[in-house]
């Protein structure tokens, strides 16, 4: 397909569903923190299923191990760094919301912080900055190698 006339994932969405486009400024936190779920758990399965064919359950096995709230947590701390003032503002906006559900079986620091990484990635999402959010993961998963088990 010729670069000019290649849709965006995020456009195809809208033109086949018939929706809006939105303004990520306008979502709470926790809205962000809900589609940035998915989009990071998307990326992590396509990156997971990419070293190989494997029994689900074993697929599940190392998603999970991406997914919880202890690694996020851990990635956001190596990401920090590299946010700029807005990505920074959003990510604090996320930590800070007080969440409905309780942190099941991580410390209330890994929840509320993976909830601003999860907003983050909802906010870049939104606003189809697809590069940066990936780039931004990248930063947070090399930052655990040796950390997942």
């Known amino acids: 397909m010729e ?5 965006e994932f995020h456009d195809c969405i809208e033109e086949v569903l018939g929706l809006k486009e939105v303004n990520a400024a306008e979502y709470s936190p926790l809205v962000l923190a809900y589609i940035g779920d998915c989009v990071y758990d998307l990326v992590i399965k396509t990156m ?3 070293y190989g064919n494997k029994q689900v359950h074993k697929l599940h096995e190392e998603t999970s191990s991406f997914v919880k709230a202890s690694s ?13 003032e807005e990505e920074h503002a959003i990510y604090r906006r996320g930590r800070n919301t007080k969440s409905v559900s309780p942190a099941k079986n991580q410390t209330i620091t890994d929840y509320r ?11 870049l999402y939104l606003k189809r900055e697809y590069k940066r959010l990936l ?5 947070g998963l090399d930052s655990l190698e ?4």
């Open 72 to 84: 996020q947590s851990f990635m956001m701390r190596a990401m920090q760094q590299h946010l700029t």
């Open 135 to 139: 780039d931004l993961v990248k930063i």
């Open 3 to 7: 670069k000019g006339i290649e849709l």
């Open 113 to 123: 912080r993976a909830t601003g990484f999860e907003a983050l990635i909802g906010y």
């Open 146 to 149: 040796g950390q997942i088990e």
């Open 48 to 50: 997971v299923i990419s």
